[in-house]
């Protein structure tokens, strides 16, 4: 990743439990730092996939079969060069 000078867009799922987001966001910024140009989003109530989940009050997780709202519309405000938000609930991470 760090040969590539194109610009990249990372997209998490906070509650992701595939693929935590954690340990790639750490790594995400230290390649910022070094001036890689990429971008990440994280995306709250939405799990592998960028599916929304629902938490119940009792603490039962429930995975929706919709996307979380904003993602798509970030994938293609992405392609056509024009990713700034904002996106659903999406948080985009400090530079």
Do not use: N
Request: charged fraction near 20%; hydrophobic fraction near 45%; glycine fraction near 10%.
């Amino acid at each position: 990743m760090r040969a590539l000078r194109v610009p990249q867009l990372w997209i998490f799922a906070r509650d992701d439990d595939v693929a935590p987001s954690a340990p790639s966001l750490a790594r995400i910024a230290g390649l910022r730092h070094e001036g890689v140009p990429l971008r990440a989003i994280v995306f709250p109530q939405a799990t592998h996939g960028m599916l929304r989940l629902e938490t119940d009050a009792a603490g039962t997780r429930r995975t929706l079969d919709a996307y979380v709202p904003g993602y798509l519309r970030l994938l293609a405000d992405f392609a056509k060069g024009a990713a700034c938000g904002p996106y659903g609930e999406g948080r985009w991470q400090a530079p």
